[in-house]
């Protein structure tokens, strides 16, 4: 099990859509999350006037985009933004303590990033073209992967998922997929018949499971997992024949239900609808591990 880390959170605006800062205990790194209606005071930080990388997300009608950059002064590469690009509406800004990133550093940084934002597929990224990794010598290219490690960290935790994916290699099974039980979902009518496991904190719905082809619920909570399907199809995660389709690779979801809702292709409550062979519910075997653990 992985140790421990502590991240402090500012809330510059007193709001948790505002303008944010984001640090580790003993990580050299700041983060800065301006929403482009904040950008003008955004910049007049400390920390835009430094030698950093950043990242701009958005959205279109085809779904999330984002945008990764270096900038030996960050503020003066947004502005240009700014008057260039209409679709971002948030900017994170990423520098150290002290200004201690050179131009070799954000350059390598920047080429990393774009790499594990294509490899993660979580969005669609703008760049014209892959930037290429400048170089630095042995000690320096270990010291920005732990950088990149820690940041992997923090921008989930700040509601920026360009690094997140779902997607889990064909590799070794971990002890927690081992010592979960296995559970179904199954809708005949529907074609669809498939499995799932825990592995830590995720619900992981297994290679060559039958899923519906296409989303069909319509209720506007179902905005999130109807964007996800289309997003995993788009990916050819879930691939599509005809009225059939089937997940060409093992994937991780956030909780039972929103595994459903994708499987399902509409709004499901997964608690109660994946079932263990036996016939009991992933609601009823969880309330057996809780009595278990009291």
């Not at 640090?23 to 930080?45: M, Q, S």
């Not at 929103?258 to 292709?265: I, K, T």
Request: aromatic content about 6%.
């Amino acid at each position: 099990m992985s140790a421990g880390r502590s991240l402090e959170l500012y809330f510059v605006d007193g709001r948790p859509d505002g303008m944010l800062t984001a640090e580790v205990f003993n990580w050299t790194g700041h983060v800065l999350r301006i929403p482009r209606t904040r950008l003008a005071d955004g910049l007049k930080r400390p920390q835009a006037d430094q030698t950093g990388v950043y990242i701009l997300t958005g959205a279109d009608d085809d779904g999330e985009m984002a945008y990764v950059g270096e900038a030996e002064n960050l503020a003066g590469r947004l502005k240009q933004h700014a008057k260039s690009k209409d679709w971002w509406d948030e900017a994170v800004l990423v520098t150290t303590s002290g200004d201690a990133l050179h131009k070799a550093h954000v350059k390598y940084l920047e080429a990393r990033m774009v790499e594990l934002a294509l490899a993660a597929g979580a969005m669609r990224l703008t760049n014209a073209a892959a930037p290429t990794r400048s170089s630095l010598n042995e000690a320096a290219t270990a010291s920005m992967e732990s950088f990149l490690d820690t940041l992997q960290l923090v921008l989930p935790a700040i509601r920026v998922d360009i690094f997140h994916s779902g997607r889990r290699p064909d590799t070794p099974q971990t002890e927690a997929v081992v010592t979960s039980p296995v559970f179904m979902l199954s809708m005949p009518r529907s074609g669809v018949e498939a499995q799932a496991a825990l592995a830590g904190s995720d619900f992981v719905v297994k290679a060559g499971s039958k899923v519906r082809a296409s989303y069909i619920g319509t209720h506007p909570k179902n905005a999130t997992p109807a964007a996800l399907h289309r997003a995993l199809v788009q990916r050819q995660i879930i691939r599509v024949t005809g009225n059939e389709a089937v997940m060409a690779e093992d994937y991780a979801f956030t909780s039972p239900s929103a595994a459903a809702s994708v499987v399902c292709g509409t709004s499901t409550p997964g608690p109660r609808i994946w079932k263990l062979p036996d016939g009991r519910s992933y609601a009823d075997w969880e309330a057996e591990q809780m009595e278990g653990d009291t």
